[in-house]
Nanobody
Framework: QVQLVESGGGLAQAGGSLSLSCVAS????????MGWYRQAPGKQRESVAL??????????TYAPSVKYRFTISRDTAKNAVYLQMNNLMPEDTAVYYC?????????WGQGTQVTVSL
């Protein structure tokens, strides 16, 4: 079994920055995809940024709404992923969930709140 521990998030003003971290432990298998999803009140959960475990830097994908503002990175030695969020907007307000996806596993973190005020 894989466990995810998230940290970071909180409150920021529009235009500000926040960062999120997620560390996976347990029965980690490669290849995997790790990343961040978010769910705002009354909306469906959506993919924000994902990164693969393979390659020197991994393959990264971003939601169009966060591209060029958010950066996902990883530390495969620590089985960790990070999300740097810059130029935050009020519409980024949501609960952010870390996800680990590999063969036979689709694991979610507990979620961390990100709130962006005007």
């Amino acid at each position: 079994q894989v466990q995810l521990v998230e940290s970071g998030g909180g409150l920021a003003q529009a235009g500000g920055s926040l960062s999120l971290s997620c560390v996976a432990s347990g029965s980690i298998t490669q290849p995997y995809v790790m990343g961040w999803y978010r769910q705002a009140p009354g909306k469906q959960r959506e993919s924000v940024a994902l990164i693969t475990s393979g390659g020197i830097n991994g393959t990264r994908t971003y939601a169009p709404s966060v591209k060029y503002r958010f950066t996902i990175s990883r530390d495969t030695a620590k089985n960790a992923v990070y999300l740097q969020m810059n130029n935050l907007m009020p519409e980024d307000t949501a609960v952010y969930y870390c996800n680990y996806f590999a063969k036979g596993a689709d694991i979610w973190g507990q979620g961390t709140q990100v709130t962006v005020s005007l």
